[in-house]
């Protein structure tokens, strides 16, 4: 079982509806990493969050540290949107800063 | 966003054949980090780097070596190219921990680069 596991792996929308990528973890962390990738493209972080709740623009990540579980959602959701989001934690203790684990990512489609 | 830059940005090469994939960045970051990303692995950890000349190994650090003689440049080598390493390679950086003494650290964002796509043949 990986540490990181995010669902759903696919997710297919209408434009307009709200999204959201669920991500459970199985170890103590340091922090969670909400990334996005474009196809073909680089990979942009959106979100860092320890604790509670982050907002940008139409994109919101909530953490639950007593239940590992972090959510991204998506509001009002565009075909630009379109990416695969993925989920990174950096593990608790130990000497290496920074080091991430990643989850599998989830593919959003989002159709006009 | 924070500049880094990969080069090159695609490569074939030939098995047997060493390769060195160079990260750049201009943001002054004490931590750096090599990538790869395979389809049902994700991305997994080669190599890091928390400061000029001190390196350590990933979880996926066999047939790769780093290097990192200043703070800007962060280079990774395989050292005789396999079709195993075919993949797409990401280097990412971190300013480093902030917080005061005596309390836990706080994380910093990490940022990546573009990506080099790498074909072992």
């Known amino acids: 079982k990986n540490e990181v596991e995010q669902s759903p792996q696919n997710l297919t929308a209408q434009e307009g509806e709200f999204i959201t990528i669920n991500c459970s973890y199985s170890v103590g962390i340091s922090a969670l990493h909400w990334l996005q990738q474009h196809p073909g493209g680089g990979i942009v972080s959106l979100f860092m969050?320890?604790?509670g709740k982050k907002k940008h623009g139409r994109l919101i990540a909530t953490i639950n540290i007593q239940e590992k579980h972090s959510s991204l959602h998506i509001t009002a959701s565009h075909p630009r949107d379109s990416a695969v989001y993925i989920c990174?934690?950096?593990?608790?203790?130990?000497?290496?800063?920074?080091?991430?684990?990643f989850g599998q990512g989830t593919i959003l489609t989002v159709h006009p | 966003d924070a500049g880094i830059t990969q080069s090159p940005r695609h490569k074939v090469t030939e098995t047997g054949t060493p390769v060195t994939l160079r990260c750049h960045q201009t943001?002054?970051?004490?931590?750096m980090y090599w990538y790869r990303q395979d389809p049902g692995h994700g991305l997994r950890l080669i190599h890091y780097s928390y400061g000029v000349k001190d390196t350590d190994k990933g979880e996926v650090s066999d047939g790769y070596s780093v290097s990192r003689s200043k703070t800007e440049d962060f280079l990774l080598t395989l050292e005789s190219a396999t079709s195993s390493q075919t993949s797409v390679y990401f280097c990412?950086?971190?300013?480093?921990?902030?917080?005061?003494?005596?309390?836990?650290?706080?994380?910093?964002?990490?940022?990546f680069g573009q990506g080099t796509r790498l074909t072992v043949v």
């Open positions: 969050l320890s604790s």
């Open positions: 943001e002054n970051h004490r931590y």
């Open positions: 990174a934690v950096n593990n608790a203790g130990g000497t290496s800063y920074g080091k991430l684990t």
């Open positions: 990412a950086t971190q300013r480093g921990p902030r917080g005061v003494p005596g309390q836990p650290f706080m994380n910093t964002e990490a940022f």
